[in-house]
C-alpha cells in the first residue's frame, strides 16, 4: 500500500482509532474485512449516508472486503445512539422490508455482486442464557453511562431499559462474528464501535480498527442531513431535483461536499477550497460544479450538464422546459367536476399530504401554467386543468391529461 493511495483512503475521515491502526491493517498484506451494520429502521438513503458508502467503495476497489450487516436482530431494540427515549420495536415485516430497500439504494454507490451480506440473527439468535452472560460480563455499567445519550437520560430521571445497554454489545458481537479488521461508521457511532473493540479482545481477537466519517450537513446548512429535518438530498431523487437541491446549499458547504460526495481527490478538493477562502474561485460556478458531478454520479455521466440546463432554463430564464411529463388528472381527485388542488398534488406525489400541499400553495411554491396558485383550499374545474402545467417550486413539472 503507498502512501498516496493512504492518504486517499484517510481523505475526508472524521477519526481512525488507534491513529496508525490502518496503516498496520495494510501491512498484514491480504484483503482486510471492512464492515459496516445497517440500520433497518432507515429504508430511504441519501447523499449523508453516501459518506460512509463511497468510503466503502473505496476500500472495494482496492481489493478489500466490504461486508454489510443487516441488523435484523439489533434492529428488533433500535440503535440507541442519540436517542431521548426507547425506541419502539420493529416487525420482521417492517425491518425485511427496510433491509430490501436498503440494499437496492446501496447499490448505487457499492459494487453489491463483490460485498459479502450478512443478518446478524444468524449468529445472534441462537445465543444461549449463558452466552449472554459472559458477553455482559465483559463491560460495565459505568463505562455504558459514559456514553453521552446515556448519561443525558439518566441525569435527567428518564428511562433507559436493559436491553438499550445489550445494543452495543451486539453490535460488537456482530465484529467478533465475522472477524472485522476495520468497522466503519459516522461519528454518531463511535461509542458502539470502540465496544467492538473491546469485545472482540475478549473473545480472542485482533481487535477492529474504528473509522469513522464526518455526519453531512443538509441543505439548510445547519442540521445533519435527514429526511426528517427535509434538508436531505436523497439517492434516487430525479436529477433535476438533485441539481436543484445541490444549488441551494449555503457556500460554506461547497468544499465539504466535494470531500464526501465526490470523486475529486484530496488535492483537488483542498485546491477547491484553497481558492473559495482566498476570492480566486467563485462560489457560485462552483456550485455547479458539485451539482454537476454529484448528478453524474448517481444519474449517469452528462446527466448533470443536462439538469444544469433545465435549471437555468427554469431559473434564470423563467420557462417551462418543453419536456414536462404528462400526468392523467386521477378520477379520485374529482367532485362534481371540480378539483381540490392540495389533493391532486398529494396523488400525483407531488407532496407527501393534503396538508403539505395546503402549505405548498400557501408558500407560493405552486403555479399553474406560471402563474402562481395562493389559495389553499383552491378547487378549479377540472376542464380547465387540462393541458395546462402544474409546477411545484422550481424544480416539478407535470402537464394535466
Known sequence: MTSDLLVRLLSGAAEVIPEDG??????????????????????????????????????????HLIVLIIGDFTGRVGDPSGQSETRAFLSEEEIEENARTYLEQAGAVLDMERAEIHRNSEWLAPLTMADVLKLTAQYTVARMLERDDFRQRYQEGRPISVVEFLYPLMQAMDSVAIRADVEMGGTDQTFNLLVGREIQRAYGQEPQVVFTMPLLEGTDGRRKMSKSYDNYVGLTEPADEMFGKLMSIPDELIAKYFVLCTDFGPQEAAAIEAGLADGSLHPARKKRDLARAIVDLYHGVGSGKEAEARFDLVHRDREIPSDVEDAPIPSSVVKDGRVWVPRLLAELGLVSSNSEGRRKIRDGAVRLDGVPLSDPDAEVPEAELRGKVLQLSRRRFVRLV
Open 22 to 63: 490502518l496503516r498496520d491493517k495494510l501491512a498484514l498484506g491480504r484483503p482486510l474485512r471492512v464492515k459496516l451494520g445497517i440500520d433497518p429502521s432507515r429504508p430511504d438513503l441519501h447523499l449523508g449516508h453516501a459518506v460512509v458508502l463511497r468510503k466503502l467503495r473505496q476500500f472495494q476497489d482496492l481489493g
